[in-house]
Nanobody, 117 residues
Framework: VQLVASGGGLVQAGGSLRLSCAASGDINGLDVMGWYRQGPGMERTLVARITRGGTKMYADSVKDRFTISRDNAKNTVDLQMTNLKPEDTAVYYC????????????WGQGTNVTVSS
């Protein structure tokens, strides 16, 4: 499975960005897709995840600001980020897994998001 992420960049605080990720390859049986992020000097942590059936989970820090969506036909997952804050600055990683509530089995390359104050 290959995951290709796009959409990162530099934005001012309060602005918006949209990340996209497309899965290809042996995608049969893929269930969960989502995003993690890793800030400078920090561990990689969950941002949001969505199952094939549409059940979503968000980190508390992004609830009401970020929205995850998925197109099962296109095998894509998007992350709409609004009201961005400097603390959202991180490398964002797209991931996917075969178990709806398991760990991600596959990872894409990271995409940088920088929020200036």
């Amino acid at each position: 499975v290959q995951l290709v992420a796009s959409g990162g960049g530099l934005v001012q605080a309060g602005g918006s960005l949209r990340l996209s990720c497309a899965a290809s390859g042996d995608i049969n049986g893929l269930d969960v897709m989502g995003w993690y992020r890793q800030g400078p000097g920090m561990e990689r942590t969950l941002v949001a995840r969505i199952t094939r059936g549409g059940t979503k989970m968000y980190a508390d820090s992004v609830k009401d600001r970020f929205t995850i969506s998925r197109d099962n036909a296109k095998n894509t997952v998007d992350l709409q980020m609004t009201n961005l804050k400097p603390e959202d600055t991180a490398v964002y990683y797209c991931g996917a897994g075969r178990a709806a509530w398991g760990n991600f089995d596959f990872w894409g390359q990271g995409t940088n998001v920088t929020v200036s104050s």
